[in-house]
Protein backbone atom coordinates (compact mmCIF):
# COMPACT_ATOMS: atom_id res chain seq x y z
CA UNK A 1 0.00 0.00 0.00
CA UNK A 2 0.96 3.62 -0.54
CA UNK A 3 0.59 6.66 1.32
CA UNK A 4 -1.44 9.40 0.29
CA UNK A 5 0.70 12.37 -1.30
CA UNK A 6 0.02 15.74 -1.16
CA UNK A 7 -0.56 16.18 -5.21
CA UNK A 8 -2.54 17.86 -7.21
CA UNK A 9 -3.98 15.95 -10.39
CA UNK A 10 -5.51 17.95 -13.15
CA UNK A 11 -9.47 17.77 -13.92
CA UNK A 12 -11.30 16.54 -16.80
CA UNK A 13 -13.39 19.56 -17.88
CA UNK A 14 -16.15 17.51 -16.31
CA UNK A 15 -17.81 16.56 -13.53
CA UNK A 16 -16.33 12.92 -12.53
CA UNK A 17 -19.54 11.98 -11.20
CA UNK A 18 -22.68 13.36 -13.56
CA UNK A 19 -20.56 14.11 -16.72
CA UNK A 20 -21.69 17.70 -16.14
CA UNK A 21 -20.10 20.62 -17.29
CA UNK A 22 -19.87 24.54 -16.15
CA UNK A 23 -18.52 25.41 -12.85
CA UNK A 24 -16.21 22.52 -10.80
CA UNK A 25 -15.17 22.39 -7.82
CA UNK A 26 -12.29 21.10 -6.86
CA UNK A 27 -12.59 17.50 -4.75
CA UNK A 28 -10.07 16.41 -2.26
CA UNK A 29 -9.21 12.13 -2.45
CA UNK A 30 -9.30 12.08 1.45
CA UNK A 31 -11.37 14.69 2.79
CA UNK A 32 -9.50 18.05 3.89
CA UNK A 33 -11.39 17.55 7.59
CA UNK A 34 -9.40 14.00 7.64
CA UNK A 35 -6.22 15.12 7.60
CA UNK A 36 -6.27 14.92 3.13
CA UNK A 37 -4.05 17.04 0.74
CA UNK A 38 -4.58 15.00 -2.59
CA UNK A 39 -6.60 17.11 -4.86
CA UNK A 40 -8.62 16.56 -8.32
CA UNK A 41 -8.29 19.77 -9.79
CA UNK A 42 -12.45 21.24 -11.04
CA UNK A 43 -13.82 17.73 -10.66
CA UNK A 44 -17.59 18.20 -9.63
CA UNK A 45 -20.46 20.11 -9.95
CA UNK A 46 -22.37 22.19 -7.50
CA UNK A 47 -25.11 19.44 -7.32
CA UNK A 48 -22.65 16.37 -7.00
CA UNK A 49 -20.45 18.60 -4.57
CA UNK A 50 -23.39 19.09 -2.12
CA UNK A 51 -23.67 15.00 -1.81
CA UNK A 52 -20.01 14.53 -1.80
CA UNK A 53 -19.57 16.78 1.01
CA UNK A 54 -22.77 15.02 3.40
CA UNK A 55 -20.67 12.03 2.96
CA UNK A 56 -17.49 14.02 3.98
CA UNK A 57 -18.95 14.97 6.65
CA UNK A 58 -20.19 12.47 7.92
CA UNK A 59 -17.09 10.79 8.56
CA UNK A 60 -16.01 13.61 9.86
CA UNK A 61 -18.65 14.41 12.16
CA UNK A 62 -20.16 11.03 13.08
CA UNK A 63 -17.66 8.53 12.89
CA UNK A 64 -13.75 10.41 13.52
CA UNK A 65 -15.34 13.28 15.56
CA UNK A 66 -14.01 12.49 19.04
CA UNK A 67 -10.78 11.49 17.34
CA UNK A 68 -10.41 14.89 15.18
CA UNK A 69 -11.24 16.50 18.35
CA UNK A 70 -8.83 14.81 20.37
CA UNK A 71 -6.18 15.10 17.82
CA UNK A 72 -6.36 18.75 16.94
CA UNK A 73 -6.88 17.79 13.44
CA UNK A 74 -7.58 20.49 10.75
CA UNK A 75 -11.32 21.79 9.97
CA UNK A 76 -13.00 24.32 7.52
CA UNK A 77 -14.85 25.77 10.57
CA UNK A 78 -12.05 26.26 13.10
CA UNK A 79 -13.99 28.92 15.53
CA UNK A 80 -16.29 25.93 15.64
CA UNK A 81 -14.08 23.59 17.15
CA UNK A 82 -15.23 22.39 20.50
CA UNK A 83 -13.45 23.32 23.89
CA UNK A 84 -15.29 20.55 25.52
CA UNK A 85 -16.81 17.23 25.30
CA UNK A 86 -18.85 15.19 27.19
CA UNK A 87 -18.74 11.32 28.07
CA UNK A 88 -20.91 9.38 30.10
CA UNK A 89 -20.40 7.79 32.79
CA UNK A 90 -22.35 4.78 34.41
CA UNK A 91 -21.86 4.54 38.16
CA UNK A 92 -21.67 1.42 40.43
CA UNK A 93 -25.62 1.61 41.12
CA UNK A 94 -26.26 1.87 37.28
CA UNK A 95 -27.64 5.21 37.20
CA UNK A 96 -25.53 7.19 34.03
CA UNK A 97 -23.50 10.90 34.36
CA UNK A 98 -22.71 13.32 31.59
CA UNK A 99 -19.34 14.81 32.74
CA UNK A 100 -17.42 17.24 30.31
CA UNK A 101 -13.62 17.13 29.53
CA UNK A 102 -11.42 18.99 27.73
CA UNK A 103 -10.42 17.42 24.11
CA UNK A 104 -6.94 16.39 25.29
CA UNK A 105 -8.27 14.80 28.85
CA UNK A 106 -11.62 13.21 26.81
CA UNK A 107 -12.11 9.60 26.76
CA UNK A 108 -12.56 8.59 23.64
CA UNK A 109 -14.36 5.78 21.45
CA UNK A 110 -13.61 4.92 17.89
CA UNK A 111 -16.53 2.51 15.88
CA UNK A 112 -15.08 1.45 12.76
CA UNK A 113 -17.88 -0.47 10.89
CA UNK A 114 -17.35 -3.85 9.68
CA UNK A 115 -19.64 -6.21 7.51
CA UNK A 116 -17.96 -8.34 4.96
CA UNK A 117 -16.07 -7.82 1.65
CA UNK A 118 -17.55 -6.49 -1.47
CA UNK A 119 -20.40 -9.24 -2.54
CA UNK A 120 -19.18 -9.11 -6.22
CA UNK A 121 -15.86 -10.17 -5.01
CA UNK A 122 -17.64 -13.11 -3.47
CA UNK A 123 -19.54 -13.82 -6.02
CA UNK A 124 -22.61 -12.98 -4.87
CA UNK A 125 -26.18 -11.21 -6.49
CA UNK A 126 -26.49 -6.99 -5.59
CA UNK A 127 -28.52 -6.62 -2.29
CA UNK A 128 -28.98 -3.25 -0.31
CA UNK A 129 -28.51 -5.25 2.92
CA UNK A 130 -25.40 -5.25 4.83
CA UNK A 131 -25.28 -9.41 5.73
CA UNK A 132 -23.43 -8.50 9.23
CA UNK A 133 -23.16 -4.94 10.94
CA UNK A 134 -20.65 -5.51 13.43
CA UNK A 135 -17.78 -2.95 14.14
CA UNK A 136 -14.12 -2.70 15.68
CA UNK A 137 -14.07 -0.69 18.87
CA UNK A 138 -10.93 1.19 19.40
CA UNK A 139 -10.39 3.57 22.14
CA UNK A 140 -8.38 5.90 24.86
CA UNK A 141 -9.03 6.53 28.58
CA UNK A 142 -6.44 8.87 30.48
CA UNK A 143 -4.39 7.09 33.15
CA UNK A 144 -6.06 9.09 35.56
CA UNK A 145 -9.27 8.70 34.45
CA UNK A 146 -8.82 4.96 34.64
CA UNK A 147 -7.44 4.51 38.19
CA UNK A 148 -10.28 6.66 39.16
CA UNK A 149 -12.91 5.17 37.94
CA UNK A 150 -11.14 1.03 39.31
CA UNK A 151 -11.44 2.85 42.31
CA UNK A 152 -14.81 4.02 42.35
CA UNK A 153 -16.38 0.75 40.56
CA UNK A 154 -17.22 3.57 37.26
CA UNK A 155 -17.55 2.86 33.32
CA UNK A 156 -17.44 5.00 30.76
CA UNK A 157 -19.62 4.38 27.96
CA UNK A 158 -19.60 4.27 24.31
CA UNK A 159 -22.03 6.11 22.59
CA UNK A 160 -23.81 7.06 19.18
CA UNK A 161 -25.11 4.86 16.42
CA UNK A 162 -23.80 3.81 13.08
CA UNK A 163 -25.52 4.40 9.18
CA UNK A 164 -24.02 1.68 7.20
CA UNK A 165 -24.83 2.88 3.59
CA UNK A 166 -23.70 6.51 4.28
CA UNK A 167 -20.04 5.23 5.62
CA UNK A 168 -19.55 2.44 3.09
CA UNK A 169 -20.81 5.69 -0.08
CA UNK A 170 -18.06 7.42 1.56
CA UNK A 171 -15.65 5.11 1.44
CA UNK A 172 -16.68 4.43 -2.56
CA UNK A 173 -16.45 8.34 -2.96
CA UNK A 174 -12.89 8.45 -2.09
CA UNK A 175 -11.60 5.51 -3.66
CA UNK A 176 -13.17 6.37 -6.99
CA UNK A 177 -11.71 9.41 -6.48
CA UNK A 178 -8.34 7.19 -5.78
CA UNK A 179 -9.00 5.46 -9.29
CA UNK A 180 -10.02 8.56 -11.30
CA UNK A 181 -6.65 10.48 -10.20
CA UNK A 182 -4.24 7.53 -10.90
CA UNK A 183 -6.01 5.65 -14.01
CA UNK A 184 -7.67 8.44 -15.73
CA UNK A 185 -11.74 9.01 -16.09
CA UNK A 186 -11.56 7.41 -19.40
CA UNK A 187 -9.42 4.66 -18.18
CA UNK A 188 -11.65 1.99 -17.09
CA UNK A 189 -15.39 1.00 -16.47
CA UNK A 190 -16.85 2.48 -13.39
CA UNK A 191 -19.95 0.41 -13.37
CA UNK A 192 -22.17 1.39 -10.53
CA UNK A 193 -19.85 3.31 -8.56
CA UNK A 194 -21.02 6.94 -9.37
CA UNK A 195 -24.82 6.26 -9.07
CA UNK A 196 -23.68 4.51 -5.85
CA UNK A 197 -21.93 7.62 -4.59
CA UNK A 198 -25.18 9.73 -5.33
CA UNK A 199 -27.44 7.33 -3.93
CA UNK A 200 -28.70 6.38 -6.84
CA UNK A 201 -27.59 2.89 -6.49
CA UNK A 202 -29.52 1.23 -3.75
CA UNK A 203 -27.00 -2.39 -3.63
CA UNK A 204 -23.93 -0.25 -1.70
CA UNK A 205 -22.34 -3.69 -0.10
CA UNK A 206 -21.88 -4.94 -3.53
CA UNK A 207 -18.94 -2.99 -4.15
CA UNK A 208 -17.69 -2.15 -0.85
CA UNK A 209 -16.60 -4.08 1.98
CA UNK A 210 -14.46 -4.77 4.50
CA UNK A 211 -12.71 -8.07 5.94
CA UNK A 212 -14.23 -9.70 8.96
CA UNK A 213 -11.26 -11.08 10.78
CA UNK A 214 -9.06 -8.71 12.95
CA UNK A 215 -7.05 -6.41 10.86
CA UNK A 216 -2.98 -6.51 11.26
CA UNK A 217 -0.49 -4.34 13.35
CA UNK A 218 -0.57 -0.23 12.68
CA UNK A 219 1.58 1.37 10.19
CA UNK A 220 4.88 2.93 11.27
CA UNK A 221 3.89 6.69 12.61
CA UNK A 222 4.09 9.54 10.34
CA UNK A 223 1.47 7.51 7.86
CA UNK A 224 -1.83 9.17 8.49
CA UNK A 225 -3.60 7.28 5.98
CA UNK A 226 -2.85 4.48 3.26
CA UNK A 227 -4.54 3.65 0.13
CA UNK A 228 -3.71 1.52 -3.10
CA UNK A 229 -5.22 0.22 -6.29
CA UNK A 230 -5.01 -2.75 -7.73
CA UNK A 231 -6.52 -5.29 -9.87
CA UNK A 232 -8.28 -8.67 -9.35
CA UNK A 233 -9.94 -11.07 -11.31
CA UNK A 234 -13.40 -11.45 -10.79
CA UNK A 235 -16.19 -13.44 -13.48
CA UNK A 236 -13.20 -13.85 -16.04
CA UNK A 237 -12.45 -10.17 -16.05
CA UNK A 238 -10.03 -7.93 -14.28
CA UNK A 239 -11.32 -5.10 -12.08
CA UNK A 240 -10.15 -2.52 -9.92
CA UNK A 241 -9.64 -3.13 -6.48
CA UNK A 242 -8.72 0.17 -3.86
CA UNK A 243 -8.05 -0.73 -0.08
CA UNK A 244 -7.94 1.93 1.92
CA UNK A 245 -6.45 2.34 5.77
CA UNK A 246 -7.97 5.42 7.63
CA UNK A 247 -5.50 6.79 10.08
CA UNK A 248 -3.10 3.68 9.27
CA UNK A 249 -0.16 4.58 11.98
CA UNK A 250 -3.21 4.25 15.34
CA UNK A 251 -4.53 1.86 17.28
CA UNK A 252 -3.89 -0.95 19.07
CA UNK A 253 -0.38 -2.53 18.93
CA UNK A 254 -1.33 -5.83 17.60
CA UNK A 255 -4.28 -4.78 15.47
CA UNK A 256 -4.82 -1.38 13.39
CA UNK A 257 -7.56 0.53 11.83
CA UNK A 258 -9.64 -1.73 9.34
CA UNK A 259 -8.74 -1.93 5.50
CA UNK A 260 -11.64 -1.58 3.69
CA UNK A 261 -11.79 -2.77 0.30
CA UNK A 262 -13.88 -1.34 -3.02
CA UNK A 263 -14.50 -2.14 -6.30
CA UNK A 264 -14.48 0.79 -8.00
CA UNK A 265 -14.76 -0.39 -11.99
CA UNK A 266 -13.85 -2.79 -14.90
CA UNK A 267 -10.15 -2.84 -16.37
CA UNK A 268 -10.18 -1.53 -20.10
CA UNK A 269 -9.11 -4.30 -22.43
CA UNK A 270 -8.76 -7.02 -20.54
CA UNK A 271 -10.57 -10.05 -20.56
Not at 234 to 249: K, N, P, Q, T, Y
Request: charged share 20%; hydrophobic share 35%; with cysteine.
Amino acid sequence: MVDIQGVKFPGYGLCIYCGATGTLKDEHIIPFSLGGKAVIEAASCGDCEKITSYLDGYLARQIFHEYRAHTGMKSRRPKERPTKLSATIVKPDGTHEVRSFAPKEHPYFLMMPVWNLPGIFLGRAPTHNFPIMQAHAYWWIPESMQKTAEMEREQVRAKGTINYTAFARGLARISYCQAVAHLGLEAFDPLDLPALILGKYPHVPHYVGVPREDPPPPEPQGCLHKIDIEPVPIGGEDHWLVSLRFFAHSSFEQHGMPIYKTIVGKRHGRG
